[in-house]
């Protein structure tokens, strides 16, 4: 496809341009990043916590006072009734003090000092506390994601938290990922508190925009997965992230196969086009449903066998490609892949990589193939 098409490509493929750029703002302000937490509570059920309690405070100073409504005086009649008692016992709690009503027996003064003051100085933290809880939270949120900046590097970012980008993080993890260094980007905010749940950082908003990218530290990632819903969002995203990091490792899932070649240019490394993958998948099953049950334990990490590149050791260095103690299928010298029967890729090179085939590492040995009785 030449310059001319992808650009036309580019430019029919995008549904709502108009709308997106007048609602630029918007995303712009929607772009934040999530943290993973241990308990969240919601601020409404905080402050519907704290009513109540604040709530109590003032019943219970109510009843001291109405109990002993006779150790204090009213200067406007001298009697002290029930409204009286709470007109009391709201200007004290809150430190209004008129002076209209006070306790004049020692009784009700003994009161005030053991049990209204208390009284008055919980029901003023459970009111105060309300705001420092909260720029407290505040100031510890955005400690904490300036601690996260400064010490995220070398990470994996997904793009895109539908079924392939859960699967692909999942994956990552089953390798050895640790959670740290994975972060999510997606323009649903229910989709990244489920991420958050999961333990994984995510950030909020449209990954076609740089600001959103530039969240996810995407300039220091290692290694970006664009996982979108649509092909020409992919192609967006994959544009948009190569500009920033030129050395990232891109690997992006497209429906279509005809749009494969355009990621490619777009500056992806990997282009993975998911139904045909799929039709593939399904056409082997039906030639032989032991195969396919065998690519479907492969490309599943975590059990059964599994499919990984690693280095050469110094013991397989000089050796035949089936001499080595893992089944492998090629080599990687240099920028070639070379299968496992060329002629080339024996002896083995100490610079070599090769991808082999192996068992999980929390399968035991004696363990049988996982999902060989599945149909």
């Not at 580019?10 to 609602?23: M, W, Y």
């Not at 703002?25 to 308990?39: G, H, I, K, Y």
């Not at 505040?138 to 970012?157: G, I």
């Amino acid at each position: 496809m030449d310059r001319t098409g992808a650009e036309r490509v580019f430019h029919v493929k995008l549904p709502g341009h108009d709308a997106i750029a007048r609602n630029a703002d918007e995303q712009l302000v929607s772009a934040r990043v999530s943290l993973p937490r241990r308990t969240v509570q919601r601020p409404l059920r905080q402050v519907l916590r704290r009513l109540a309690m604040a709530l109590a405070v003032l019943f219970l100073t109510v009843l001291i006072v109405w109990v002993d409504r006779g150790g204090y005086h009213d200067n406007a009649d001298s009697s002290v009734d029930f409204l009286d008692a709470v007109y009391y016992s709201t200007v004290t709690l809150s430190t209004t003090g008129y002076g209209d009503i006070v306790p004049y027996s020692e009784g009700a003064r003994l009161a005030n000092v053991l049990l209204v003051t208390p009284l008055r100085v919980l029901f003023l933290i459970i009111l105060v506390g309300t705001t420092l809880e909260v720029l407290t939270e505040r100031t510890r949120e955005e400690w904490r994601q300036n601690r996260w900046r400064s010490t995220l590097r070398d990470h994996t970012v997904v793009i895109g938290y539908g079924t392939k980008g859960r699967s692909a993080a999942q994956t990552l993890c089953a390798t050895g990922l640790r959670k740290e260094q994975l972060v999510i980007v997606d323009p649903s905010g229910k989709v990244i508190e489920a991420a958050n749940a999961e333990g994984l950082t995510g950030v909020v908003g449209d990954a076609t925009r740089s600001d959103v990218l530039l969240r996810a530290e995407v300039q220091r990632a290692r290694q970006i997965v664009i996982a979108t819903q649509r092909d020409d969002t992919a192609v967006l995203v994959t544009l948009t992230a190569r500009q920033m990091n030129r050395n990232a490792k891109i690997v992006t899932a497209v429906r279509e196969e005809e749009n494969a070649p355009l990621l490619r240019q777009s500056g992806a490394d990997a282009v993975i086009t998911s139904a045909s993958a799929a039709g593939r998948m399904l056409g082997m099953s039906v030639l032989s449903p032991w195969a396919g049950t065998v690519m479907d334990d492969l490309i599943q990490q975590g059990s059964g066998l599994d499919m990984v590149e690693r280095p050469v050791t110094k013991a397989e260095a000089g050796r035949g490609v089936r001499e080595t103690d893992d089944l492998v299928v090629s080599v990687v010298r240099g920028h070639r892949l070379l299968a496992y029967d060329d002629p080339a890729a024996s002896p083995l090179q100490p610079t070599d990589r090769v991808i082999a085939i192996i068992r999980a590492r929390n399968e035991p040995p004696e363990s049988p193939l996982r999902g060989s009785t599945r149909r």
